[in-house]
């Protein structure tokens, strides 16, 4: 008995190959991770969506916009669209999680030492990414359109999208991709290659996951803000955020003139660019880096745990 518990203890990457614990860990993982900081996203695509010169950039005036969604519109508004990144969070994340343990498997992550783990990790990060975006994309354009107040359900959504043609559903795509590449590779980068420092072993560790997870997500979050801002004026381009669309957000109703402001990546980012100048690109830089590092962490730990509960049991 006494041994079986060391050996569960030491539980590591290699003894849990098989993509199917891999795919239903990174599950329950997406959900857990989305779900917990899902009002932070919510805030983070107000203050994105903002297109006054005069709106200012500091964490102080995103308490005031938090404060002032829960004033107006009450505790649930923050919560709008919950329901759609759940649904999909769960098969995204499967799939990325199962691609990324398979590439790491394939790059020799086990034996290698911090600085190979770290391009590893890096490459994993990158093609698990693919997968996880083709699902996510469509949800989470109708989840920030939710966000914003209009629309009575996730359906009403999709049906006024699809009544024009459905474009809009993948017109952040690139962007997206543009963005979520780079964060998912220094993420994993710096996530894989602070593991090997922290845990040299590769025993199964929570502290490490959660230290690790945090640090690594907070500063992907940093660095990648610029493509975050210009994605999500792509996602929500005709919508108005504020007092221009109280009435319209108010009654959950869509937009009654919709219009395509931004036909991809160089227009949004240099109509912003005209708009806020170089600030403009690090809206919502505050609850981004607060959202992704207690989601990072957050996300990692479920995984990693649920990971060795389906191998515990024999799943």
């Not at 792509?234 to 395509?260: K, N, W």
Request: with cysteine; charged share 15%; aromatic share 8%.
């Amino acid at each position: 008995m006494e041994a079986e518990l060391v050996e569960r203890k030491e539980l590591k990457r290699t003894d849990t190959s098989s993509f199917r614990h891999h795919a239903i860990a990174g599950s329950f993982a997406g959900v857990a991770e989305h779900v917990s900081v899902f009002p932070i996203d919510t805030i983070k695509t107000h203050v994105q969506a903002q297109r006054s010169t005069t709106a200012t950039l500091t964490w102080s005036s995103d308490l005031v916009l938090a404060r002032t969604l829960v004033t107006q519109h009450g505790v649930g508004s923050l919560w709008r669209g919950v329901g759609v990144a759940a649904s999909a969070c769960g098969p995204a994340h499967a799939l990325m999680f199962g691609t990324y343990e398979q590439v790491l498997t394939l790059g020799g992550q086990e034996s290698a030492g911090a600085d190979r783990a770290a391009v590893v990790g890096a490459v994993a990060g990158g093609v698990s990414t693919l997968a996880h975006d083709m699902v996510m994309v469509p949800a989470d354009t109708i989840k920030q359109r939710m966000q914003l107040g209009y629309y009575r359900s996730a359906f009403h959504c999709l049906s006024r999208m699809l009544a024009t043609g459905g474009g809009s559903l993948y017109r952040s795509l690139p962007t997206t991709l543009a963005m979520n590449v780079p964060y998912a590779s220094l993420m994993m980068m710096a996530n894989e290659g602070a593991r090997k420092v922290v845990n040299p072993s590769g025993e199964y560790s929570l502290t490490t996951f959660l230290l690790c997870g945090g640090f690594s997500g907070a500063f992907a979050a940093a660095l990648t803000t610029p493509l975050d801002v210009v994605k999500t004026r792509l996602q929500t381009q005709g919508l108005g955020v504020g007092v221009e669309a109280a009435a319209e957000a108010a009654a959950h109703d869509a937009p009654s003139a919709f219009t395509v402001r931004y036909s991809g990546f160089v227009d949004a980012a240099t109509a912003l660019w005209r708009c806020d100048g170089f600030r403009g690109f690090f809206r919502g830089a505050t609850p981004r880096v607060l959202m992704y590092g207690p989601a990072c962490a957050i996300s990692w730990v479920a995984y990693e745990g649920a990971k060795k509960a389906i191998v515990d049991a024999g799943f």
